[in-house]
């Protein structure tokens, strides 16, 4: 197996993940830029060394993830496909060819062919919705969706973790606020999410979460607003999320009995106590929280929820794992 | 002129303002609970003393600010009314009583007939939402708003922003988060409005949102879904608004004409930069800020949009201003 992209974010979460689900490999070959040779990294008790990334170092890789943005998943994806390697990649790659599956194991295992090698694991934001909203299917067909984010800063990686955490030591001390990562202060700020705004006015997050949900769902023509927006949080997205159906909204108890029953889903739904999803609590955990389950007042054919998940287990690194995991336990690797 | 509730945020804000809009007023009275007796506060470079709440303090005042909650409101408003005072309440005690105008004056001064005396000043997620909302009624009658927030922490008070600055110095230095205004951390983290769940799952905001939206636009059927959520934000107020018409949505150029012309609002809607609203440039602003303006893909008869603004300033304190300030130069008081 190896990781390309070990020392970011979600590679080091991929380190924890594999250790902790004892997943059936016997090393990890680590592969970064060059720029992080010479660094170790812990896996299993062993400090393993973090080798440059070359084509050689792909040999006799069963699995390879990659995790290192775009451009480096097309250039490296095909040298570990042509040496015989099973590809899951976190980046936005491939998700959206043709004849590339996009898969949450709990959704669309189905959509898995025997001849798929390459399996991209789709956007934190619209995996974490799906998980919320893909059970709701079996109360009526979905018309349209409606959701705004509060994105933790994980999503943009270890940097922006540390950017925040330093900004808010210099509140603390009354310095101003210095920003590398972000084009703004993040600490006691929000905004719009930092990618580019294309023709129709949606930034490049939103139209990710527009097109994979979707695919993943298989539902071509579902109609879908959203609003992605950073917030000073760590690592757990959350979402407001409004969902509309064909016919009449369900009864919440019957919708909270389902959601309790979706695999990675934990309801956490407590009116009396005013106890729903927060980030905190989806923070280092499998489950994505659902909760705020309420008819919509102003559509009797829609009900909205509340959600958080952790961005970089479910929304990265423990999407790509179970993938993993089911084409070891399928025989497929 | 006396102000009750001096020593809280919205108190201190009105101070501030008052001075700043040069208020035709020769002397304010400050006036709060006993246990801020003793202290001081500046206002035009003089140290005015506030005194504890009595009866006798409300004499000869023609204009009282009450901001000190609404059990307080019930108890001071009668008597400053009783005394010939008019008053102008930051609570929530007499917004949705009959024949009480709830007013922004931007929007629907033509509420106000000469016997009112009592003006409560809406809630602050209320009036921000309106201020960017209802000049979009040139372009045709509205048909449902879908609302998510990003309330900042001064909503809840000084305390608040001081619980919250505490935090951010805890997690500089690594050491546990202590809370007391809030039922959990605020810091890195985000929730449910901090108000009790009635029966249909809304909590007291989001209900006080969709009340008083209907009741100041004057359109008691308009369908409102709304989310309130409390983000590590000092003191400005986003959300995030969906739209809907009853016909076809706007021409966005010609909606962001109409916006710019708008009394009170600012666009910031610069999608080259990905520049919109953000909460730290709304904070100490008057103006509301709004952006982020786009035909909602998911819908031909909806637009979204973003709005950010100060919670203190407009969304409290300058309303209360405002509406003193039209009372005077109508001659009222």
Chains 1, 2 share one sequence.
Request: glycine share 8%; proline share 5%; hydrophobic share 45%.
């Amino acid at each position: 197996m190896a990781i390309l992209g070990a020392t970011g974010a979600v590679g080091q979460e991929l380190l924890t993940l594999l250790a902790k689900r004892h997943f059936p490999t016997s090393a990890v070959r680590l592969l970064a830029s060059p720029r992080s040779m010479g660094r170790t990294l812990p896996f299993r008790g062993v400090n393993v060394p973090v080798s440059a990334v070359s084509e050689g170092l792909f040999d006799d890789v069963q699995i390879a993830f990659l995790s290192a943005g775009a451009e480096a998943a097309k250039t490296w994806a095909p040298i570990a496909m042509g040496k015989g390697a099973v590809v899951i990649d976190n980046s936005s790659a491939f998700r959206m060819d043709e004849d590339v599956p996009l898969v949450i194991p709990e959704i669309n295992w189905h959509a898995v062919a025997d001849h798929h090698r390459l399996f991209p694991v789709g956007n934190c934001t619209a995996i974490i919705l799906m998980m919320a909203v893909a059970p709701l299917q079996q109360f009526g067909k979905l018309k349209r969706l409606v959701v705004s984010t509060y994105q933790s800063v994980s999503g943009a990686g270890a940097r922006a973790m540390d950017e925040l955490q330093t900004q808010m030591r210099a509140i603390a001390k009354g310095e101003e606020l210095s920003y590398e990562v972000f084009p703004q202060p993040i600490a006691c700020n929000l905004f719009s999410h930092n990618t580019p705004i294309n023709s129709h006015g949606y930034n490049g997050e939103e139209w990710k979460v527009i097109e994979e949900t979707r695919k993943t769902l298989g539902l071509p023509d579902l109609a879908i607003e959203v609003t992605c927006i950073r917030v000073p949080v760590m690592r757990a997205h959350s979402m407001s999320v409004n969902v509309e159906f064909d016919g009449r909204a369900p009864d919440i108890d019957e919708m909270r009995n389902a959601l309790a029953e979706a695999k990675g889903l934990k309801v956490v739904d407590d009116r009396e106590n005013n106890h729903f999803p927060t980030p905190c609590e989806a923070a280092d955990q499998d489950d994505v929280l659902v909760g705020r389950l309420r008819v919509d007042v102003s559509n009797p054919n829609a009900i909205s929820l509340f959600c958080s998940g952790d961005q970089l287990r479910k929304g990265a690194a423990l999407n790509g794992i179970q993938i993993a995991e089911r084409l070891v336990s399928g025989g497929r690797v």
